[in-house]
Structure formats: C-alpha cells, structure tokens
C-alpha cells in the first residue's frame, strides 16, 4: 500500500485516500489528455419505462466486456493514457486492473446516484481505485443496513486517488450528488478487475 494513501475510519469498509496522488501540473496534463483522446459516450439509461440521457458522458476500456446499469460495455483497447495511469494505480493499491470506466462530469448538473460496484463479475470483496481530474466534486457514502451511522461525505480534489476495497460495496453505497455551484468539469476513472 502507498504511504500517501490513508485509512478513513470507516466501519464494515476498508477505504483510503490520497488528496494529492498526482499533483498539479501533471494532474492538468492528463485532464486534457483524457478530454482528448477518450472516446467520450453520451449513453442512455431507462427509468420508468422512458430512456433517459445519463447525467454524465462515460467511456469503458478494458480486456473484459462488463455490464451496468443495464449497459453492455464493450472493451476498447487501453490507450497508452490509461495504461500510464493504472501502472501507478495498480503500483499504489497493490493490486491488478483489466478495465477501466470513465465518468465525465461536465457540469454541477451531472452525476451519479446511490450505488455500489458489486455487479457479480467484480467478485466477493473487489478493489476499485478511483482517480480523479479536473474540478473537484462532493462524494458521499452511506451504510446500506445501519441507521446509526451518518452518511460520511468528502471532496474528491484535482489528482487525489480513492481506493475502496475489502466489504466495502457490500456494506455501503456511494453517490456523487449534483451541485448548483458552478464546478469545473471533472473527470473520474475507476479501475476494476473484471473476472470472465
Ligand atoms: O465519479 C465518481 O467519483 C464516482 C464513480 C463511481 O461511483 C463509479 O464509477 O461507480
């Protein structure tokens, strides 16, 4: 485990935080490289029997295809972009990725609701690190079972990395909400192993 990565006091989860795994100016470079030359999807989601356009652009590279939200992701080859970024993940976690999801926030107005990443294919106890450029956006969790526990938010800030991992998408789901704030656009990749 990278020493910049810290243990948020979290129970049934195991979560760790870098606010500044890849500091400015190298953190803006790969904002604009990744506005560039990720192959940016507007996808859509059903939601009472109407499709939608999802609150946010997303692009899915990876060795595996991977279904969510109902959405069947077929893989893309790695850009050299995203196979620079998941060796200095996969370095940080300890662990292995086969894919990466992309999340392009363009506005406050863009977002991604209550949810956890335990599709089946992610296995029992997956690591997800999740890495962030561009404006900085409000991310909360809140205990799937546990009322007594409060929803815990925090600011994913320009090049921080967030690791979850151990029970964590068994226990608690995650949000990033809108804001009426004016924000910059934000770019999110979580990195996965997806088993076939
Ligand atoms: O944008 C984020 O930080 C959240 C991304 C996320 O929850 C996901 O891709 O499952």
């Not at 979290?10 to 790969?30: G, H, K, R, T």
């Not at 997303?58 to 959405?71: E, K, M």
């Not at 999740?130 to 007594?148: C, P, Q, V």
Request: charged share 20%; with cysteine.
């Amino acid at each position: 485990m990278h020493s910049q990565l810290k243990p948020f006091n979290l129970p049934d989860a195991e979560v760790y935080f870098s606010a500044d795994f890849i500091p400015a100016p190298e953190s803006n470079l790969y904002f604009d490289r990744l506005m560039q030359e990720v192959n940016w999807q507007q996808e859509s989601i059903k939601m009472f029997g109407r499709n939608l356009p999802m609150p946010r652009l997303t692009a899915w590279y990876g060795d595996r295809s991977y279904t969510y939200s109902g959405l069947h992701n077929k893989p893309q080859l790695w850009l050299p972009v995203l196979q620079e970024l998941r060796q200095q993940v996969e370095q940080a976690s300890g662990h292995k990725y086969n894919s990466v999801l992309l999340n392009l926030y363009r506005t406050g107005q863009d977002s991604m609701g209550w949810h956890s990443d335990n599709e089946p294919e992610l296995g029992q106890q997956p690591s997800i690190a999740s890495l962030n450029f561009g404006g900085e956006r409000r991310f909360a969790f809140k205990h799937r079972t546990r009322k007594d526990l409060k929803p815990f938010a925090f600011t994913l800030t320009n090049g921080s990395l967030l690791l979850m991992q151990g029970p964590t998408q068994h226990h608690w789901l995650h949000q990033v909400p809108k804001t009426a704030k004016p924000v910059p656009p934000r770019i999110n990749l979580t990195f996965r192993c997806v088993n076939s």
